[in-house]
DNA sequence: TCTCCATATGTGTATTATGCACATAATAGG
DNA sequence: CCTATTATGTGCATAATACACATATGGAGA
């Protein structure tokens, strides 16, 4: 806050707004009927709505505990502790325990997991490389930098006392 | 596409993946025991979780049909359909047939519904004012313009062939 | 106008998902 | 060692969700 130009009086509520519209639009997107999950369940892979978004999780920070992943999944511990048995039940996911901390049944990612979740990122990657594809890449650099900064700083002040914004579609968002 | 730097070729690949771990690491906010929900319950109004994030798309976007908000919120529209319902009956939205096309029954913001998300921009608001206190006014603005655009192109290319993108909660990021 | 089909909405019903109350095991501090 | 806290799991009741149907309207064309 000691630097130059700062974002402070300026008519930040107008752009919060929009920021807010953009994100809702994004979610939105993101919790569309999900052909990603559609594709997987055509290589006659089914899995449950719920399961997914775990699944992609797991892969993507595991090892990581129950715990941890009910907090970003925003669900009851509970809950996520059946889903996760029930992806290690599918042999998606694998559990072991911690030998630091022997509380926790860390979830990682199966070998059977793994080639699912591989299939997705291929998809994904289809689609950024489709969307982006018309951007200059000057602008693309800069969204990924300040969206990881905005990433960043949103999860930093958890905890702090400021509500959440909302996204739309539940919690889905696989 | 005719200029001269777009995105095409480069190490892509790593940079999707770290928009793509943003994406994960916001919705994973979004999807937080909610602060914003919290709130609006100790003022005495219980909201279903389920209802929050269709109330503040309504607000947003409304006047707007179930299917419309069904296909945004991810859910099948019958659910939808049952949750305006509830929502309806507590006096949060009220209903009103399309007078174009008699079909729809548009679900728009109450009084009273108006009065709980207002309460929620509030919060929001203050969260974001925090969250960016330390950026840069360009930073800021430019994530607002590169956000926008991306949500633009996002939901443009809908329907095209790719998949999606998985954000991580599950369908809620209210 | 009369069909035939697609679209928007709603209801019945069965299945899941979710969360609260409890319970167990392990860690941390005193 | 005793107590509080944390991570995980199970029983059970409730909410959410989706599929099968059903109804009403809109639209294109015979």
Chains 1, 2 share one sequence.
């Not at 055509?42 to 715990?67: H, M, N, Q, W, Y």
């Not at 009910?70 to 992806?87: H, P």
Request: hydrophobic residues 35%.
């Amino acid at each position: 806050m000691t630097s130059t130009k700062n974002v402070q009086n300026t008519h930040i509520s107008g752009k919060l707004r929009e920021l807010h519209g953009a994100l809702i639009e994004i979610v939105s997107v993101m919790n569309r009927p999900q052909r990603d999950e559609q594709m997987v369940r055509e290589a006659g892979i089914s899995l449950d709505r719920a399961l997914f978004p775990l699944l992609v999780t797991i892969e993507r920070l595991g090892p990581i505990g129950v715990v941890e992943l009910a907090d970003r999944a925003g669900r009851d511990y509970t809950t996520v502790s059946r889903q996760v048995a029930k992806l290690e039940s599918l042999d998606l996911v694998e559990r072991r325990g911690n030998t630091a901390d022997r509380r926790v049944r860390e979830a990682v990612i199966s070998p059977k997991g793994k080639a699912m979740t591989d299939r997705i990122d291929i998809a994904r990657e289809r689609m950024g490389r489709a969307i982006f594809e018309s951007w200059e890449e000057h602008d693309f650099n800069e969204l990924v930098r300040l969206m990881r900064k905005f990433a960043e700083d949103i999860s930093g002040d958890i905890g702090n006392g400021a509500g959440e914004t909302e996204g739309e579609g539940g919690p889905q968002a696989d």
